[in-house]
């Protein structure tokens, strides 16, 4: 597991950008006591999603506006378009971490 940060570092229904390696950073959303995580870039375009805008369980891509659902993946715009690519958080003793020894799970609870 890779250890991200401590669940207080979250501001709730705002999202933080994490270098997990060269070339590769993802998203950790926190809503109320829901966690998200998926790549930093757009399906649609490959744009970051550093300055996405998180409405309820919908993330907004500022670059074309589309929408994605953040318990499912799903692109809202358009139904055949790739989904977010969604990955496994563990939040273990008020700590988040990236679990990449799991098949990806939608969202995480507190």
Not at 4 to 23: Q, T, Y
Not at 69 to 94: Q, W
């Amino acid at each position: 597991m890779h250890y991200l940060c401590s669940v207080e570092d979250l501001a709730d229904g705002k999202l933080r950008v994490f270098r997990i390696s060269e070339g590769r950073s993802i998203v950790v959303i926190r809503r109320q006591n829901t966690f998200t995580a998926c790549e930093n870039r757009c399906p649609h375009a490959g744009a970051p999603l550093d300055d996405a805008l998180i409405r309820g369980n919908t993330l907004t891509c500022v670059w074309h506006g589309f929408q994605f659902d953040l318990c499912s993946g799903a692109c809202l715009e358009e139904p055949d378009e790739k989904p977010l690519s969604l990955l496994s958080l563990c939040i273990r003793d008020g700590k988040v971490y990236l679990d990449e020894s799991h098949t990806p799970s939608r969202e995480h609870s507190k």
